[in-house]
């Protein structure tokens, strides 16, 4: 393993993928308890805002994500937090955490990890790599070439890593927490559709108002807070999150609803990539998870509404007309939700 990897937390040895894990595959829906999971995402989130002050919106995100079983995408310029939002949100939960700081000469084997050939045994023994891990934040994505981002393709969708044709699960929950820089930013690479596409979200963290930045100021030039973390939360009161959320309720209008929002995006001249049928998916789980936030067993208009934006948009590919007149994706996705007819009755139900 090279020098640019860094991993926390619990170990993660070379034992091959029984040691590094049980798998995952779907985790079955549980019994909403609203109330409990309401107290243990508060708790998650109020750490996570010890660090990123002024920003709760982006905190948001980050948590529905988590609990969308999906991974997420921080993009803004340096020095805003990127990186720091995304170790908060590791170091608030127990669990095994890695961190990959992601270069031109990083190398798939680097991610994944590799078959050594061992001596003593006269056969070859697989080392995992940092992907190994509950949580795996990827400072920097973009920095890496093309190769190197689709080392993270199985994983980020299938829950998996295949080396030498051998295939080992990952432990459950597992949740990527990858950073990029603008692609107008020197050194950078843009990220391919199919790498863009397995982010359940992206979110943009934006400069602090002037109040945020006081603050601060004042409290993190005495101390690191980020240091100071405690995790708040394990891995099992996680499992237990994520089955409580695949539980809520979504009613056939509301996924209907859910349908013709991606279906339309497929049809605007300004774009010449629409969203994904993989983005319908993640969109109902994302808005259960919003749901669950606000306190309540069902989703809501409101709930698709609330993270219709971060979900889409970074899925969209414009055209070069678009491009030249300053239209965004995130702006196409809104005009949409202005358009589409909501659907009427009691919570969607």
């Known amino acids: 393993m090279?020098?640019?990897?860094?991993?926390?937390?619990t170990a993660v040895t070379g034992d091959g993928a029984h040691a590094a894990g049980g798998g995952r595959g779907p985790v079955?829906?549980?019994p909403v308890d609203v109330e409990a999971l309401h107290r243990t995402v508060q708790r998650i989130a109020a750490n996570v805002e010890q660090v990123l002050v002024g920003k709760p919106e982006v905190v948001r995100i980050a948590l529905v994500t988590m609990l969308a079983e999906g991974h997420l995408l921080v993009e803004d310029v340096p020095g805003v937090g990127k990186t720091s939002l995304a170790k908060a949100l590791a170091r608030s939960v127990d669990c095994t955490v890695s961190r990959i700081q992601f270069t031109p000469d990083l190398l798939p084997s680097d991610i994944t990890g590799v078959s050594i050939y061992s001596r003593q045994a006269e056969t070859f023994?697989?080392?995992?790599?940092?992907?190994?891990?509950?949580?795996?934040v990827g400072d920097e994505i973009n920095r890496a070439s093309p190769k190197t981002q689709s080392a993270l393709l199985e994983c980020m969708e299938e829950n998996q890593v295949t080396v030498d044709g051998e295939t080992y699960p990952l432990r459950a929950p597992f949740m990527v927490i990858a950073t990029q820089n603008p692609i107008e930013m020197e050194g950078t690479y843009a990220l391919p559709e199919a790498q863009r596409d397995r982010f359940t979200a992206r979110?943009?963290?934006g400069y602090p108002d002037a109040k945020a930045e006081l603050a601060m100021v004042d409290e993190h030039t005495g101390h690191d807070p980020l240091r100071e973390l405690r995790p708040v939360a394990d891995g099992a009161e996680v499992q237990a999150l994520l089955r409580s959320v695949r539980g809520i309720h979504v009613s056939t209008e509301l996924r209907?609803?859910?349908i013709e929002l991606v279906t339309a995006t497929r049809h605007l001249p300004e774009l010449r990539l629409g969203a994904s049928p993989r983005s319908t998916l993640q969109l109902v789980r994302a808005a259960r998870a919003q749901a669950a936030l606000s306190g309540r067993p069902f989703v809501i208009p409101d709930d698709v509404q609330a993270v219709a934006v971060p979900?889409?948009?970074?899925?969209?590919?414009?055209?070069?007309?678009?491009?030249?007149t300053r239209r965004s994706a995130s702006d196409l996705v809104r005009q949409l939700l202005a358009r589409i007819p909501v659907p009427r009755g009691e919570g969607g139900r």
Request: no cysteine.
């Open 125 to 136: 023994e697989f080392r995992p790599g940092p992907v190994f891990a509950n949580i795996v």
């Open 311 to 324: 979900v889409l948009a970074h899925r969209l590919v414009l055209t070069s007309e678009a491009r030249a």
């Open 256 to 258: 209907r609803y859910v």
């Open 2 to 9: 090279t020098s640019k990897i860094h991993t926390s937390g």
């Open 203 to 205: 979110v943009s963290i």
């Open 28 to 30: 079955p829906p549980g």
